[in-house]
Nanobody, 123 residues
C-alpha cells in the first residue's frame, strides 16, 4: 500500500485545513486508516482513525469536536477536516493504513505510512 498525503500548509489560529490521503495498492476497502502527527522534539501522536467501512471512528481528546475523519472507498481516499486550528496543532501529519482486522490508536496497529504533510498554525 502506498500512501500520499496532501493539503497541509500555513494557516492562522482559528482557521481550517483539509488533509487528504490517497491510497494505492491493495484493497482499500479492507484497510483501516489513521492520522498521526509529530511535532518537533515530540513523539508521534495519534490523531484519528476510521475503520474499513467508516462505521467506527476514534479521536484523541485534544481534537474532538474540531477534527473530522472520513473516507471515500470509491476514491481510495481518506480525509481529515481540521477546524478551529490551534498553534499546538502544528506538526507533520502522517496518514497510516492498517490491514484488516487491525484498527487502533497506536503506531504499532498500522502497517503502512505516508511521507507526511506539514501543518503550521500561526498565533
Amino acid at each position: 500500500v502506498q500512501l500520499v498525503e496532501s493539503g497541509g500548509g500555513l494557516v492562522q489560529a482559528g482557521g481550517s485545513l483539509r488533509l487528504s490521503c490517497a491510497a494505492s495498492g491493495r484493497a482499500f476497502r479492507s484497510i483501516a486508516m489513521g492520522w498521526f502527527r509529530q511535532a518537533p522534539g515530540k513523539e508521534r501522536e495519534f490523531v484519528s482513525a476510521i475503520n474499513w467501512n467508516g462505521g467506527n471512528t476514534l479521536y484523541v481528546d485534544s481534537v474532538k469536536g474540531r477534527f473530522t475523519i472520513s473516507r471515500d472507498n470509491a476514491k481510495n481516499a481518506v480525509y481529515l477536516q481540521m477546524n478551529t486550528l490551534k498553534p499546538e496543532d502544528t506538526a507533520v501529519y502522517y496518514c497510516a493504513a492498517a490491514m484488516f482486522p487491525r484498527f487502533g490508536d497506536t503506531p504499532s496497529d498500522y502497517n503502512y505510512w505516508g511521507q507526511g504533510t506539514q501543518v503550521t498554525v500561526s498565533s
